[in-house]
């Protein structure tokens, strides 16, 4: 298993605000929404991935076994526990259910957690319990690049669904559609033209 202070180009003993600072840089230059037209965009996600495990693993102190407890062996992560980056893999593979199951059994909830928990839901379908987690992560670490854009994408998506949905109820209406008609006609007949000569 790698060292996680090795993939952010760390050198161990690192403080926070250092981790911060380099998976911040690294996230924004890996991040999958930077990299569409790069022909190497799968190399880049696989790296956007390890460089999430990496700082999940120093700021939580690793939820499947601190890498500083190891004292460097790294053994703690190959004893099959969860880790976000496991749950990470589990949402990739469309298996919201146990991630979901896996994430109520952790004990640290920190914003790397509230966004996977609203990544889930909002893919089950419940966008304002998703939305609920993901503004929560972005309250919890609003440097986050890849919290701030899932917030704004689900935003966007209720914004189109609230304009479908009042136009739904406003424009279905040929009786709206002959009120305008008429209406035209009257100002045009005012104005000393005809719009419609049969009225």
């Avoid at 949905?165 to 279905?172: I, K, M, Q, S, W």
Wanted: aromatic share 10%; charged share 20%; net charge negative.
């Amino acid at each position: 298993m790698k060292d996680p202070y090795e993939v952010l180009g760390l050198q161990r003993g690192a403080t926070k605000d250092e981790v911060k600072s380099a998976y911040r840089k690294l996230a924004k230059k890996y991040h999958p929404d930077m990299n569409e037209n790069n022909p190497l965009k799968d190399l880049a996600e696989e790296k956007f991935k390890e460089i999430q495990w990496a700082y999940d693993e120093i700021m939580d102190g690793g939820s499947a076994g601190s890498y500083q407890s190891s004292n460097g062996s790294g053994s703690s992560y190959e004893n099959g526990s969860t880790s976000l980056f496991n749950i990470r893999q589990q949402i990739q593979t469309g298996r919201f259910q146990d991630a979901i199951r896996m994430l109520n059994g952790m004990s640290v909830r920190n914003a790397e957690w509230n966004y996977l928990m609203g990544v889930c839901y909002v893919n089950m379908g419940s966008l304002g319990q998703g939305m609920k987690f993901v503004q929560t992560a972005v309250k919890m670490d609003p440097g986050n690049f890849e919290y701030r854009n899932f917030l704004n994408q689900i935003l966007s998506t209720q914004n189109m669904y609230q304009q479908r949905t009042y136009n739904y109820g406003r424009g279905n209406s040929s009786v709206d559609c002959c009120t305008q008609l008429i209406c035209a006609d009257c100002l045009c007949e005012c104005l000393g033209g005809d719009l419609i000569s049969c009225c």
